[in-house]
């Protein structure tokens, strides 16, 4: 059973950058693809992006451009930079592990982690 935390988050003005981590512990990553997604308050789970054990990545078409998902598989875990955000970013923002980095929903995925607050203020 792999584990999954999630790091990073935080409070950062409008234009601004933050990366987050996504920390795997108990399995490697390296055989998963890793999946992000974000949930606003009130609002279904969100795709932002994704990559497969290679590192080869997918986006949302809103993501493109601002986002950029990588690994270090020697350091088991996952990073989302995230740059230009906006306050429409704000939301909880998880990684997730699955089988394949083209799958865009939450139900593709089997392991999550808790999560983590990105507040962007304008």
């Known amino acids: 059973q792999v584990q999954l935390e999630e790091s990073g988050g935080g409070l950062v003005q409008a234009g601004g950058s933050l990366r987050l981590s996504c920390a795997g512990s108990?399995?490697?990553?390296?055989?998963?693809?890793m999946g992000w997604f974000r949930r606003a308050p009130g609002k279904e789970h969100e795709f932002v992006g994704a990559i497969s054990w290679r590192g080869s990545t997918n986006y949302a078409d809103s993501e493109k451009g601002r986002f950029t998902i990588s690994r270090d598989n020697a350091k088991n875990t996952v990073y989302l930079q995230m740059n230009s955000l906006k306050p429409e970013d704000t939301a909880v923002y998880s990684c997730a592990a699955g089988r394949s980095y083209t799958y865009t929903t939450r139900y593709d995925y089997e392991h999550w982690g808790q999560g983590t607050q990105v507040t962007v203020s304008s």
């Open positions: 108990g399995r490697t990553l390296s055989t998963y693809a």
